[in-house]
């Protein structure tokens, strides 16, 4: 029998991987990409939707914009944000129904 080669993943793909899945752990950033997976919004939109404090939305904007996964556009003095990463947010429309079709409850 042959020994297969185990597949290595490089250290820029781990590493990318790693802050991806680092982002999307956090229930904040969760709920401001599934507002912005519904709709381009602005700062104060995302904030009022999500009962949130502006600077705590600007904050997580920040750390989701740093790493591809939302976008922004500007119209007069407003900025928009929408969401930049399909897979991404793929696989967070995937977590989210996975967790709706009762996986939730059997957790621990």
């Known amino acids: 029998m042959t020994e297969r080669k185990k597949a290595e993943l490089d250290e820029d793909t781990l590493f990318t991987v790693s802050r991806i899945f680092k982002a999307v752990s956090d229930p904040t950033r969760i709920r401001i990409l599934y507002l912005l997976s519904q709709q381009e919004c602005s700062v104060s939109e995302i904030a009022g939707s999500l009962d949130l404090q502006q600077s705590a939305v600007s904050h997580q904007l920040r750390f989701l914009k740093n790493l591809r996964l939302v976008k922004s556009r500007r119209s007069g003095k407003t900025i928009y944000y929408s969401e930049e ?24």
Do not use: K, P, W
């Not at 977590?95 to 957790?107: L, N």
């Open 85 to 108: 990463d399909e897979h991404v947010m793929n696989l967070l429309a995937q977590t989210i129904d996975h967790a709706r079709h009762g996986y939730a409850g059997r957790i621990g």
